[in-house]
């Protein structure tokens, strides 16, 4: 980028008047106000200059308006514009000057690295060009050790985003984002992000291609800068500025087309083999029956002696199977609803500047298709940054930020009542001897193999229901920047934020939902609204061997929610689709939500070190918080962090290999009040009731008031270095740290007894514990030049205690059978899975009837009775349940350690990178395994699981006599892995270790070849070639192991519930710079 | 060092202008679309928008009146089959964790907390004082009620008589059947006394329709004393499920005779009445015919928007023009049934069923022995095959546009099952079958049955049976199947009937549904 812009300043012609004059100056140093010998004059775009004497002065012939560049060593370069003949120039002392500077940016203010104490990684714009994504939240993935990002390939969908570790419940783990220094409340679905398919990307308004760099926050001297909200950690977003430099100007046209495709389809049943499973039920129950020692007449039980006829057995008399006689049909669901999804993206962006400033403009229009028929997200964002220097002293920046999105979401949500299942779902588990409808069917057709239900198949889902989604986002700042002495500078800054969100969805009546509803439409929409205001004062001095940098902040932000959600059924035409409710039989009471929070804040913090080699930094951050109980508004946050850089010591300093080591320690607080306001309050709200038809409203209680509601609060210690060898080839960044988070909001149930099931309370306190490591190396540096980097992070959690008398929480329910198979539990990581534990299948009668309990048949999951049921007076009862008491822990969501690989190589005008990502452990609950392993019902089944299920040893051979015939050869009563396909079912939809797989994975994540030609005057073009997912090495057997369902609800973790499938992009763009 | 003063000075001038700028109630909260509770039970409209929520909850939430309590009553009885989900209650396997029970649990406390903070509140407001006696009498009597129904589907459960405070969440330890009994007594006298007739006017207020009444309290107690007589008789003869009742003090004929004595005083109030003959009797079940003289108390379904219920819905069949769109059909009768338990030609039975509908494929018609739907495809005039299951047509409601858009009342209790109580009372109480002609007559003669019934000569074992089939066939798919089961100590013997010998089995575990986990788990004193 650098590159590119001195190119344009070397070529770009300046057009000047000729006319020549004789300059005299002095270059003096402004602080000390000496004059300064040996300074280099230079004329800008010219390769003319002089140095100046010994008093400081020069003189030299130049056309009036030519620029002067006037440097010297430790001062900060200045460009003056000659319209006198005669010049005085004040060079300010620059102190990063001797060392490569890289600036960190904390949101509030920069500071050089070298200077950091805290733990924070910058990923910048190169990388950004190198992982080609339309979303923020992918180009973190593997870039940075200790952030795990869980996919998502829905367009715009949401993102599962953590910083080491869990260590918040009802605040989830998304880190707080800083988009231009301003706080910014997550982009969030009109109607709420924790329903299956509902989610949304906190920052799917911007755009990538806008970003400069990304600095992710992880320790506490570094997020304790924004206390209330920094427990998650932090990831400051700063869009580019132009060029400081005058006369600079660009021009970047970026333009890209992508196709992706589904990664992976799962092996179903195909019609025939869905046929012979249907086929299969009837026969094994069939056996089933026969063989029951327990049958009631007549009294023979078959052994494979006895002849299979009516007389011996009743249940013959009239049998047949469902298809003696296959129907041809073979429907793949899962080609029918995924297709090649095409997207292109354009952008354009002009940056330039002059003496009065800068500017940066900027232009993006993305279209996404989704793998799913019939979805796509469009995206339209303007960004607008400026700098205008009013004065010598002050500066003012202006950030304006606007975005549009709309698209047809896909629905992939499954609603837990009625088995109303997502798209994915129904990809997988809908009967291939369906085929599409056509226009004289209804799907009404499908009543009888669902239950008695009417289901739409998924492709219906995908074409007929609209699900459409817009937004709108404004994020506009103005700073203010003040120098009131060269020690002192004051900034005064004001932003806006202005989100709204709408979700307009129309069920048609060709859907199951709009069937039962006559058509239903729900329109709503989120105004998300947020003012903030920040004053800082900054005092940065160095005197001799002290360097301070002391700064004070205070801010306000008040952020008000107003949703607004209208529903209506029984339409009875589907034409005016959710356009019109007056076509509605049945018009609901709109629901809305108005609620408004605040939060007021002072921050300290000063940073001193000594010579440059001893830091020490010191943060005191006070929060007051609207969302808590009186007198429990406030909390303090506290940070403290040192550093040393021991490669400045002499004892180092001549170590051949050691180039750099920096030492850090850090001890800080920071909080989180992720909840949603008035829950410290008792609440009443209406309800509505009527007397013999007269409407007779009421109020009901519908929140306990909690008087001691307050700041969940997160302890942590970091300790780390920073190392660089062999002249920096080699970097090293490790860090190790404790957390412990205490009084940790969440929603706890209380027995339902009280009249509530659930409130707000602090609730105890989880322990989070690794390190991270970052290896980075310049393996080659010659022709061939290989940048290599390794990220890899550990984190351990564990709920240390409950604040309560029980040993667990029970998490929320899952699933259409309602089970709740994730549990809060003292002792263990966070939000572990529990269920009971299996033992195979039961190959026979006298093996289950053995087991004592009340479901076990031949072909059942053999379910291990942890707990012996009692009866009243003590002993064991004769027929044993498997009930919660039997379930232990079944998996543990929470990865064992992830990391991620980058290599960057540059030969020429070739470039390439490539990123690997991968992750160990991290179980994942697949709740569609349970028809889909679990060969429960008359859906779809893997043809995996059904291979390997129970099988009678009997087979349907049709004809006037011996329909049924006993064939030991095909017998897999024995050594089945998985449960028979029967008609009545035992108990298979509670949660087992069945349904808890291992997610562990490596991934081809990313790969980048660019090809850049350089055109004349310094212009170029990059030609690149990408591609995203391109290899999954995993023993998953879902879609992906980065699953997605409910990535914005850290109450369920690790549910794979009709997740949106994984997708693999190709990517062709070109790049050019003008 | 001067750097130091120098920051602390410039701190300290910092924080005066924050202070000074952003004043203390700029995070202050204000809740827009709620009232603070400090701010509510302060008026006369407070305490009756107060009792007003706690009629609303017997229908708010899916899983009491609403919807899942009903089904999961079907479902426990023999009467036949409910939804898809509700799999453990035919077999008899119910666990604590079973998806059936969750909400139904908390939307009966939740209805607890509404009665509990109407009862707590409304005597410390300045009003009329006759309208908060009756404010304070209804809340009573839907406490009441809702105890009623805990007690008997789950047995001894948490007794929660105050709403809680701040600090007390840990949640109390069920009490016994007894006490939760002597509540329900303590609960319903109130209720007797305070509670006004129907459509009365005192003071310039009316008691609307729809309201519990004085004669509707009675009529809860005749529920529940019949219901610890039967039940305390059948513990006595070793019926292990009602040993509960055994903690009963008083002999089951005392409570025989409370049964009676309240029963009279419902059958002596002029508010409510038999139909007088079976034409009126024909239209008490009509959508539009709720709140009529033979219905004491009723769950208010009503066309407003969002008023409905889902009756027509769980009980008709599903596009079927009987009920909204949507599921439906979920509750049905099945042939077992009908042909052991059901008096077949009785027009309490024959007409209140549905006996033919068509959907857009298939014609159904009732078949002779009134136990299937011959099918026909209506296009090709094909004849499919029997659907062996049976509709009620109690709940029809053809104006429904979708499913919660019924404005079917849900007759908690009704002048019929009165009168069978009394019968059945009478005749305990004197060992006498004969005794209950009267009552039971006075129904089968409203409704057109041909004959009457004449328990003389009978033994008390078959009018318990008798009593039993007429209960089934006058209040069938009313939801007082299951109880009447447990309470008479038939449940094992009626469900293998119905349901046969593997999928029937009961043991006295299943007289009563398991606490949910989701309490249990929560409850440190519930195990």
Known sequence: MKTVILYLILFIPIVSFSQEIMVTGTVKSGDLNETLPGATVKVKGDNRGVVTGIDGGFKINVNKGDVLVISFIGMKTMEVIVNEPIIKVELEADTEELEEVVIVSQGYFDVNKEDLTGSIVQVGSEQIDLVRSNSIENILQGQVAGVVVSESSEPGGGFGVSIRGTNSILGGTQPLYVVDGIPINPNEDAEGDDNSGGSQSSLSFLNPNDIEKIEVLKDAAATALYGARGANGVVIITTKTADENEGSHSFTVVIDQTISHVNNELDVLTGPEYEEFMNQRVLNQLYSNITNPNRVSPEIIFDGTQELNATNFAELEGFSVPY?????????????????????????????????????????????????????????????????????????????????????????????????????????????????????????????????NIVSNPYTLATELTDEKRATNLLQSLSAVYRINKDFSATLKGAYNFQRNTRDIFYPQTTTRGRLREGEAIRSYLDRTKKYVELNLRYKKKFNKHGIDAIVIGTYEETNDERLQNRAVGFGNDATSYYNFEAAGDIFVPRSVFSEFSLLSGLTRIGYNYKRKYFFDVNARVDASSKFADNEETGFFPSASLGWIASKEPFLENTQFISFLKLRASYGQTGSNPIVPYQSLELYSPIRNNFDGALNNGFTQSNLNNPDLTWETTEQFNLGFDLNMWDARVRI????????????????????????????????????????????????????????????????????????????????????????????????????????????????????????????????????????????????????EINFDDYVQIGDPNPDFTFGITNNLNYGKWDLSILITGQKGGDIFWVDSWQLNGINNTRNVLKEAYDNSWRAPIAYVGGEDGQVIYDPTLDRTNGASEPAALVDTGARAIPSDRQVFDGSFVRLKNVNLGYTYSLKNGQNLRVYLSGRNLITITDYPGYDPEIQTYNRDPQRRGVDFGSYPGVRSYILGLKFNF | MVVMKKIIQVTLLFGTVLLVVFSCDLIEEDPFTDIEGSEFFNTEADALAGLSAAYAQLKTGNGYYRQQWLSNLIAASDQGLSSFNHGAFRTGTISNSDPNLPVTWTNIYSAIKDANNVIVNTPNIDMDEELRDRILGEARFLRALHYFNLVRAFGPVPLRLEPIQFGEEAGLPVSSVLNIYNQIFIDLGFAVKDCWGKLEVRNGYVNDLGRATDVAAHALLTKAYLHIASAKRTALEGDLGNAPYLEFPLEPSRYYALAVTNADEVLASPDYRLAANEFEWASIFNADNGNNDEMIFEIQGSSLTEQGTALANLFSPRESGLAGGGFGGTNRMIPNFINNYIETSDPRFTETIIREFQNSTTDHILNDAQTGYFRTNISTGEAINTLFVVYTGKYIDRSATSEYTSQQNWHVVRLADVYLMRAEALAELAQNPAIANENINALRMRAGVASLYNGAGKTMDDFRTDILRERATELHMEGHRFFDLTRMGVYNEYCITVHNATRGVRGPEDYTWPIPIIESSANASID
């Open chain 1, 324 to 452: 003696p006689e296959s129907t041809g049909v073979s429907t793949n669901w899962q080609d029918e609803t995924y297709r090649a999804a095409y997207s292109n993206a354009l952008n354009m962006a002009y940056r330039g500047g002059s003496q009065f400033g800068n500017v940066s403009l900027s232009l993006g229009y993305l279209s996404n298709e989704g793998v799913i028929v019939d979805s796509d997200f469009n995206r339209v964002t303007m960004n607008i940054n400026a700098t205008i220097n009013v004065k010598k002293k002050l500066k003012i920046y202006t950030k304006t930020n606007l975005a549009r999105s709309w698209g047809n979401a896909s629905s992939t949500g499954n609603g837990q009542i009625f088995q109303q299942r997502g798209i994915v779902s129904q990809a997988l588990l809908f009967q291939p001897i369906f085929e599409l409808l056509d226009a004289s069917q209804g799907d009404e057709i499908y009543a009888t193999l669902n239950n008695g």
């Open chain 1, 733 to 880: 960044v490790f860090d190790a740290y404790l957390k412990t988070t205490d009084d940790l909001l969440q929603s706890v149930r209380i027995p339902a007894s009280n009249g509530f099931d659930s409130y707000i309370d602090n609730f105890g306190t989880v322990e989070n514990k690794g390190f991270d490591l970052s290896i980075s190396g310049d393996i080659l540096n010659r022709g061939l030049k290989w940048t290599s980097l390794v990220n890899f992070s550990l984190n351990r959690n564990e709920l240390t205690s409950l604040n309560s008398n029980l040993d667990f929480q029970l998490g929320p329910n899952i699933g259409f059978a309602r089970t709740n198979p994730i549990i809060f539990r003292a002792g263990s990581p966070v939000g572990i899975f529990w269920g009971a534990q299996t033992d195979g299948i039961y190959a026979n009668w006298e093996e289950a009837n053995a087991s004592g309990l009340s479901n076990a048949a031949p072909g059942e999951i053999r379910y291990i009775n942890n707990n012996i049921d009692l009866d009243s007076e003590g002993n064991p009862s004769a027929v044993q």
